[in-house]
């Protein structure tokens, strides 16, 4: 059974539609990429599995009917998002940041915390720092760490490496594959930066105008010359 399945997905800002009829599924433990330029429709898609989004289709979490359900059913079925405006509170400190995440999961804090800590041990050295003095890098690192405060057993994780550096990009690809590896998690991850999905994903979307217009995997896609040359630097 698929950890979430997508079908015939459309979603509207009042008259202007974002998505067409995207379909994808995801399965229990695997990370898939959706990959697309800036208004593809990337955060549409994440906002609309969240529930913060008008949409229409459908959308099913382990076999159970989720259309329409609110943010915060999500979070309580084990959906947790890292979305692309963290969001964070700039001047509350990296700790109060990441309990934010935990109001639905009171009973796990402890663990939780000593999972982000591991994750992020710079997290763990920096804790009574407000966010406003962070680097970029750091605060994506506390707003993944806030979603894994959730107690999630799927993560969205939307455009993380969106201007940072190429070294913390390594850092952040190397924790959300620890994410998967050690922890079991499932993860949906949106970039522009295909490489950068290539090196995480087991199956890519392409998302066009709001349309999904390829998906496979990485080998698969890669025979497509059209498609390498455009996202793939081929
Ligand atoms: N709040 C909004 N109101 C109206 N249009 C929006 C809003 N958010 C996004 N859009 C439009 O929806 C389309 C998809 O946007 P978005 O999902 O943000 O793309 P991406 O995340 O891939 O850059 C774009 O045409 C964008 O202009
Ligand atoms: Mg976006």
Redo the contacts with the bound molecule.
Sequence with gaps: MSMIEIENLSAF??K?Q??RNVSLRVEPGETIAIV??????????L?SIMGLVKNTGTIRMEGQDVTGAKPGDMVRRGVGYAP?RFNLFPHMTVRDNLLVGAYTAREDIDKNMDAVHRLFPRLAEREGQETSTQSGGERQMVSLGRALMTSPRILLV??PTIGLAPKVCVEIAEVLRRLSAEMGLTVIV?E?NANFALSLASRLYV?EG?HVTAEGTAVELAKDDQLAKSYFGA
């Design positions: 800002y009042g202007a974002a998505l697309g330029a800036n208004g593809a429709g990337k955060s549409t898609l906002d692309e939307d455009e949106t522009q998302l709001g």
